[in-house]
């Protein structure tokens, strides 16, 4: 790294008033604004341009290299420096939009050429995101970890929602060239911003680690991990979590709203209470800063969340299952901002990305595989039994947490 992005970091100051954190998480949240707009601008040309199965092709084609190159992706954050490669894939991404929006202007694409275009998006992604979630300990200090991970959480949700009406918008007004063009631009801004960012640097030990094949430093941090006391059942806690979590609440709300004739208003509800509800625990880490006994906390939290969920499954109306949506996105939403939290804590900074990458994988890759069989078991056993199933297998990563001494008094600094 160079002296002029390895400078020392400010006087010890709250995350929130930290310039460096901020233009960070400004960064960060340009970003996934553009990233939702990006989907939604591919959705829309796909549709146009083939059959509903093609459509549905080109964004399975953009999950397939996202999921595959994750880990990958953790061993060239760790090996180059998460900042260059966030702003490596960053200008990448801005590049390939910027280009598929001209190119759009002009002509209509195929369905092979949107689906070349989500390949690259989503290799790109793979190495986007391990690094991005390396860079809070080399732009802060340790005490300021839980607050950023607040912060983080609450511009992911910000993200959300603003990208939705942001993205349709765009499309509205200048079609799927003008979407690209915009999210383009946002990645941009995502770039400037992320070139203004200052790292501490790694102690020399820490650099160390950096050599080796990538073969032989993808195994070091997989032996890391398994040997490490709190690290190694803290991402079992969230792989299990995410495993129980990501089918009910996502194509089980479309079947549950579908079967009790909610529509698409009564699931917009659930999902705007989840949103919520997530938000408000993010906000709270975020003010607050640290969480006393963080490791049961985080615990208690993903086990209480998963009760919540399989109550949404035996809701009687849209306001009762909205509740409960709320209540998910409380408890699981303040669990998981702290095994992020605890994550950035416990682990050297040099295996950060391939921890991150780890991470990642269960909840991005692994947990969308279980939707096509959610769904097979609501149609064979029906809403009830596959919630209640779901909600004890999320709720068994909260009994691994509390059951394991090390993660039940892990504590944020």
Request: glycine share 14%; with cysteine; proline share 6%.
């Given at each position: ?215 032989h430093r993808l195994g070091d941090g997989l032996r890391y991990i ?88 035996y809701a009687p109306s849209v306001a009762a299952a909205t509740a ?90």
């Amino acid at each position: 790294m160079t002296a002029a992005i390895s400078t020392p970091l400010a006087p010890d100051r709250p995350a929130h008033r930290d310039g460096n954190v901020l233009r960070w998480l400004s960064a960060y949240t340009a970003s996934m604004v553009g990233d939702g707009i990006y989907f939604i601008a591919l959705s829309w040309a796909a549709a146009r341009s083939g059959s509903p199965g093609q459509a549905g092709l080109v964004l399975a084609v953009g999950a397939v290299p996202r999921a595959a190159l994750m880990l990958g992706g953790g061993v060239v954050a760790d090996r180059f420096g998460p900042r260059r490669v966030v702003i490596g894939s960053d200008a990448v991404r801005c590049a390939v939009l910027l280009a598929a929006a001209a190119l759009l202007l002009v002509t209509t694409p195929g369905v092979w050429l949107l689906a070349a275009l989500a390949l690259v998006f989503g290799s790109v992604d793979a190495l986007f995101l391990p690094s991005v979630g390396a860079l809070p300990p080399r732009i802060t200090r340790r005490e300021q970890l839980g607050r950023v991970q607040g912060m983080r959480a609450l511009a992911q949700r910000i993200a959300t929602v603003a990208a939705a009406p942001l993205g349709g918008l765009a499309v509205a007004l200048g079609g799927s060239a003008g979407a690209f063009g915009v999210a383009g631009g946002l990645f941009a801004l995502s770039l400037v911003l992320l070139m203004a960012v200052r790292l501490r640097p790694l102690p020399a030990d820490e650099e160390a680690v950096r050599d080796g094949s990538a073969r032989h430093r993808l195994g070091d941090g997989l032996r890391y991990i398994r040997g490490h006391r709190v690290l190694a059942p803290l991402l079992l806690v969230s792989a299990v979590m995410e495993l129980g979590f990501a089918g009910p609440a996502n194509i089980g709300l479309v079947l549950l709203a579908d079967e009790r004739g909610w529509g698409a208003t009564g699931m917009g509800w659930i999902v705007a209470g989840f949103g919520t509800g997530a938000g408000l625990s993010a906000l709270l880490l975020a003010v607050r800063g640290r969480i006393p006994r963080a490791g049961a906390v985080q615990a208690l939290g993903v086990m209480a969340g998963a009760v919540a969920l399989a109550g949404i499954g035996y809701a009687p109306s849209v306001a009762a299952a909205t509740a409960a949506g709320l209540c998910v996105g409380l408890c699981t939403g303040l669990g998981g901002a702290l095994i992020g939290a605890l994550t950035q804590t416990v682990t050297d900074p040099a295996y950060l990305g391939r921890v991150t990458s780890v991470a990642a994988l269960f909840s991005l890759g692994m947990a969308p595989l279980c939707y096509p069989v959610v769904g097979a078991a609501i149609g064979t056993w029906g809403i009830e039994p596959v919630y209640t199933a779901c909600a004890a297998l999320s709720a068994a990563g909260g009994v691994i947490g509390l059951c394991t001494p090390a993660l039940r008094r892990a504590e944020l600094p």
